[in-house]
């Protein structure tokens, strides 16, 4: 059985696989993610996460692989290489030496019988990739409380291999609690460990923002009222104590008996009729009425406490918000019927150096407070500031501009055109022929006939086609064979920036 369509999702909200676009960037994590870039980026050796069985240590880790593969492309940035073991419980150090030199394509040949050898090969890797080719080359393990202690003294060694400024490998090892036990007895290790972060459980609030951003990203952020009552999410957080696997993993029992029983609402009963093993140590000292009862206070403490805003998608009404695609209209007998301009412009990625500031600004030609107060209410899960994490899914709001930045007979000259936002957008940010181009500007704008519309054009508008066309020839060949006028604008065309263009 499908249930995305039934319950309105697109695709699965608590998929027990690690998928990095249901990371909830909660302050534990975000600080987590950033500080490991950072020591990454200052070649500072080896760094250590740590975390109870089911925290999210392994979604963490696939979504620091993500934000680093994100910027290898960026020839500003130092490129990143990754290399992922997932299970580093070794019979020898000797096996474990193979599996990293064979990781890093160092190919199984004679060199590679003797430990020695293939430490001098690996070495010589490092050495080519970090110095001669400037590339940052990380070991990011997962599981770390299953290296044998024979094999963690060849990460030690690997910490040996560095110039006067910086280690070769950067290592970062994600384990459970017992791992801290390991490092206390390898006191040489541990005296070279840069960082060591630890993840705790969630709060009452920051399971219910968690819940309700992976129910948003599943439905690719259509708001629909929350599947959960408050007596639901104080269910699950009884049953889970906050652990991120165990909250997901009930989640998804508690949405198939949704379906089965056609319900639209998980409310107390729903969800404990699920719990099954899922016990804290709180369901065994209480009942459910009496943990009830004292969970009100413990929420009463943390919403006072709490810094973190909340993802709310609960409302006594479904919205009707229509996502951004092309809104093609209806024709019959040759007649255009109406067609409702969609509330979305779409959505887009947040990468390296993209502000939400300079985003509108480049969309709206506004990045004002009142368009900052329209932005943050269709993206609640953010924080009121302009600093959003790399790979973050953000909507932009159709938000038609208040006054007429193009008029009827204007004519202007467009470099590029499509009707995906994301897609646009990138090419007008990372113009690869920016030496060859004039000033540009990014419009958008909507009608019935063709939906919306997203174009690059010249920073500059014309009342004479001769003069758009003289515009056009000056352009580079290769770069005007693709340019086009636009000249004709239909009536009842919404436009969504508000900076004219100049004349």
Not at 60 to 83: D, G
Not at 150 to 157: F, G, P, Y
Not at 357 to 384: C, H, Q, S
Request: proline share 4%; with cysteine; glycine share 6%.
């Amino acid at each position: 059985m499908n249930y995305y369509n039934i319950l309105n999702f697109k695709k699965e909200p608590f998929s027990n696989s690690p998928e990095p676009e249901f990371l909830f960037q909660l302050p534990q994590y975000s600080d987590c993610l950033q500080k490991l870039e950072l020591a990454v980026r200052l070649r500072r050796g080896i760094n250590v996460v740590i975390g109870d069985i089911g925290t999210g240590k392994t979604t963490l880790c696939r979504k620091l692989i993500q934000n680093f593969s994100s910027t290898a492309a960026n020839s500003v940035e130092t490129e990143i290489e990754t290399h992922l073991l997932l299970d580093p419980a070794f019979n020898s150090a000797a096996e474990f030496l193979q599996t990293v030199a064979l990781m890093l394509g160092i190919k199984d040949n004679e060199d590679l019988r003797s430990e020695w050898h293939i430490k001098e090969r690996i070495k010589n890797y490092l050495f080519d990739k970090g110095v001669d080719e400037k590339r940052i080359v990380v070991l990011i393990i997962d599981e770390g409380q299953k290296i044998p202690e024979d094999c963690l003294e060849i990460l030690r060694e690997f910490l040996n291999y560095e110039t006067n400024k910086f280690k070769l490998l950067q290592i970062i090892i994600f384990a459970q609690k017992e791992f801290q036990d390991v490092l206390e007895r390898k006191a040489n290790l541990l005296d070279r460990v840069n960082l060591i972060l630890h993840l705790q459980p969630l709060n009452f609030q920051q399971m219910k923002a968690m819940i309700n951003y992976r129910l948003s990203v599943a439905r690719d952020f259509e708001i629909f009222p929350s599947l959960f009552s408050f007596w639901g999410f104080v269910a699950v957080y009884l049953a889970t104590g906050g652990f991120p696997r165990k909250v997901v993993f009930l989640c998804h029992q508690v949405v198939l008996k949704m379906i089965i029983r056609q319900k639209n609402k998980a409310g107390w009963f729903l969800v404990r009729g699920c719990r099954g093993e899922l016990k804290s140590p709180l369901y065994r000292k209480l009942g459910w009425a009496l943990a009830g009862l004292l969970l009100v206070i413990i929420v009463g403490i943390s919403v006072s406490a709490i810094t973190l805003q909340s993802i709310n998608l609960n409302t006594n009404k479904k919205l009707n918000i229509t996502l951004a695609n092309p809104a093609i209209p209806e024709v019959k007998n040759n007649k255009i019927y109406d067609v409702k301009m969609p509330d979305y412009l779409g959505r887009m990625s947040m990468t390296k150096r993209r502000t939400i500031w300079w985003t509108l600004n480049n969309i709206y030609g506004d990045a004002g407070p009142n368009m900052m107060r329209e932005f943050f209410k269709v993206n609640p899960f953010l924080k009121y500031n302009d600093k959003v994490m790399i790979g973050t899914t953000i909507m932009l709001p159709a938000i038609p501009a208040d006054n007429e930045p193009i008029k009827q007979g204007d004519i202007v000259v467009a470099w590029k055109s499509g009707q995906d936002l994301e897609n646009m957008y990138n090419i007008f940010r990372n113009n690869p022929d920016e030496q060859k181009l004039p000033p540009l500007a990014f419009l958008s704008f909507w009608n019935r006939k063709k939906g919306f519309e997203f174009v690059i054009v010249i920073d500059k508008k014309f009342k004479d086609i001769n003069l758009a066309g003289e515009a056009m020839g000056k352009l580079a060949p290769e770069i005007a064979s693709g340019a086009k006028i636009i000249s004709q604008w239909d009536t009842g065309t919404v436009f969504f920036n508000r900076r004219e263009l100049r004349y």
